[in-house]
């Protein structure tokens, strides 16, 4: 299997895997993708360049040959019979993953914050793929002074902070993460025109000229993608458009890979083409549909090399199996995005249609 993506056993290549325990080998191929990133947490193989593994693996698709253990069956049975991200359970993904520490994402971050997918198309540094970012959302709503705009999934306020400092927008910033709240809480200016409050999106019942949802659609869940438009429909002014920057591929599913289920966004799913169009349906008109997910893979690795760089003084609770959970997070991602299996989208959206069709903004 390996032999297919050009990957040996103990070469001396960087994409290369180094197996420490040689029960790896029966535990993943009983248990796949879970096994696998369970595996590495417990030091039982290695790799110079884990994302260059995953890149190599993916590209070939290497994950459809693991077989399905009885664990990942569970979670599958579960994504159909439940709605796993009910009110009820959607908070479980900020407790878990959002409101760990606040020194992590310091030391991973860029200096405002941002915990969504840079644009490097002219940028340098992680820092300006950052502004580059916030900063085309708000060309692709087109942003006026005094324009009330509702973030949706607004983390650390990043985003809300820049419309208003720099379009001198009206923002509301929602995010079920009490954690990341607190933390915009104490860095928001005092007299900006921003608000960030601790409210699901489904309890919404305001009117807004604009929103903007920046990787939040994730957390959404194939049951609840329709009654997510039907808000956006409930809350967009008559002339408003909605930006969605989300995860996406070309498949639809109804679970999300297993190891990324338990350890970093429980009860996450990565939508499809289809079904956004069919959750979008006859409520909105798609305006525009930008695919940059190529951006996330140099945003992965910039974080990976934060990380990494602070490590040492980050707070002792996080031990060497966090450190190798965290690192098997970025870097397979960054694998996954490089490898063009995931892909990430900004789909500019209006209630009737822009007379004369939208602006493209790239």
């Not at 720099?166 to 928001?188: D, F, M, N, P």
């Not at 809350?235 to 990324?260: H, I, M, N, Y």
Request: glycine share 8%; proline share 3%.
């Amino acid at each position: 299997m390996l032999a297919r993506a050009d990957v040996a056993l103990d070469g001396d290549r960087p994409w290369d895997m180094r197996v420490h325990d040689e029960r790896f080998f029966e535990r993943v191929l009983a248990g796949g993708s879970l096994a696998l990133g369970e595996s590495y947490m417990d030091g039982w193989w290695d790799v110079e360049r884990l994302d260059e593994f995953v890149y190599r693996t993916r590209r070939v698709r290497l994950d459809r040959d693991l077989r399905y253990d009885w664990r990942t069956l569970w979670l599958a049975a579960r994504s159909r019979l439940i709605n796993r991200q009910n009110p009820r359970r959607a908070p479980e993904v900020a407790e878990r993953h959002y409101d760990l520490d606040h020194e992590l994402f310091e030391a991973m971050l860029d200096p405002r914050m941002v915990y969504t997918c840079g644009y490097w198309k002219d940028a340098g540094t992680l820092a300006e793929a950052q502004v580059a970012k916030m900063d085309l959302v708000c060309r692709k709503l087109g942003l006026q002074p005094g324009d009330r705009v509702l973030d949706i999934g607004c983390g650390f306020g990043s985003f809300a902070r820049y419309a208003a400092e720099t379009y001198g927008a009206r923002v509301t910033g929602i995010s079920l993460s009490k954690g990341q709240t607190a933390w915009a809480h104490e860095h928001l200016p005092s007299g900006l025109p921003v608000e960030i409050r601790v409210q699901d999106y489904r309890e919404v019942d305001e009117r807004f000229d604009h929103v903007a949802s920046i990787g939040m659609f994730e957390a959404v869940g194939w049951r609840n993608f329709r009654a997510y438009m039907e808000v956006i429909d409930r809350v967009l002014a008559e002339d408003g458009l909605f930006v969605l920057q989300t995860f996406g591929t070309g498949v639809s599913v109804k679970r999300s890979d297993p190891w990324f289920d338990k350890y970093i966004f429980p009860n996450g799913m990565i939508p499809s083409i289809e079904q956004i169009g069919r959750a979008v349906g006859d409520l909105l008109v798609m305006e525009d549909w930008h695919n940059f997910g190529a951006d996330y893979d140099r945003t992965l690795m910039a974080w990976h090399a934060n990380v990494e760089a602070a490590w040492d003084r980050l707070p002792a609770r996080y031990d060497e199996r966090f450190r190798r959970m965290w690192r098997y997070y970025l870097l397979s991602l960054a694998g996954a995005f490089r490898a063009r299996t995931v892909q990430l989208w900004q789909i500019v959206f209006s209630r009737r249609g822009v007379p004369g069709g939208h602006a493209t903004v790239r």
